[in-house]
């Protein structure tokens, strides 16, 4: 079965600090990897995403993930905190196999960011 | 990246109404989805939407409470039926851009509740 597992709720850094969101994921074939971000009583946001190539993608505002397959982990981060990252972060994977109405995204339980002044 | 409007953007209903929410998209897409999230909280897929067929309905969620329209590739609609206090939720009308690669692009939700 499919799943993701943010491990962690919440995640506090002082702004300026490297962040990481962390993010593993099972899936039985190859995976499509997604970042999402939620800012208060707003929509999603995609962020950035892995699906071939370069294991190590950047996205918007800053953010990188590194793809380890060794470790099927996805984990998200940023050199140096900003204030305004302080928002709600999605991970979701999709088995690059599935077609058709099982193109589905599955996602996992978010982690909320908070970034200190 | 598709842009996507979600109309109404909020809506206080009372218990026993319906109400159907309007997803629109400035391109043409072939997959649509429709999620539900409470605040704070992951995302629930109710339904995939693919124009011309009939919407595929995740386990737990049934047509006749959550009837789902699909006239085209740019806009969807899904219908909250006979509402209770336990409907109160956000939902999420996403695309999936195949110009993208694949990437879901979702709209600002609607929120709704139930009284």
């Known amino acids: 079965a499919q799943s993701v597992a943010q491990p962690e709720d919440q995640v506090n850094v002082a702004e300026g600090n490297p962040l990481t969101v962390k993010c593993t994921y099972s899936v039985s074939g190859n995976p499509y990897l997604f970042w999402y971000v939620q800012y208060p009583n707003r929509g999603l946001q995609f962020l950035l995403k892995?699906?071939?190539?370069d294991n190590l993608v950047k996205g918007s505002y800053g953010f990188e993930a590194e793809f380890n397959k060794s470790q099927t982990s996805f984990h998200l981060k940023k050199p140096s905190a900003l204030v305004s990252d302080s928002a709600l972060y999605f991970c979701a994977v999709r088995d690059i196999r599935n077609a058709g109405n099982n193109r589905k995204l599955i996602w996992g339980l978010g982690t909320s960011l908070a970034v200190n002044p | 990246s598709a842009v996507i409007s979600q109309k109404p953007s909020r809506d206080i209903c009372q218990r026993g109404t319906s109400l159907t929410i309007q997803c629109q998209v400035d391109?043409?897409?072939?997959?649509m989805f429709w999620y539900r999230q409470q605040p704070g909280q992951s995302l629930t897929l109710i339904a995939t939407a693919n124009q011309g067929s009939e919407a595929t309905y995740e386990s737990g969620f049934v047509i006749d409470k959550f009837p789902i329209s699909r006239p085209n590739l740019t806009f969807s609609t899904l219908t909250v039926s006979n509402m209770s206090p336990e409907d109160s939720s956000i939902y999420l009308c996403?695309?999936?851009?195949?110009?993208?690669?694949?990437?879901?692009?979702f709209g600002p939700g609607t929120r709704l509740t139930v009284l």
């Open positions: 391109s043409q897409v072939t997959m």
């Open positions: 996403s695309v999936d851009d195949r110009r993208s690669t694949d990437t879901q692009y």
């Open positions: 892995y699906i071939t190539g």
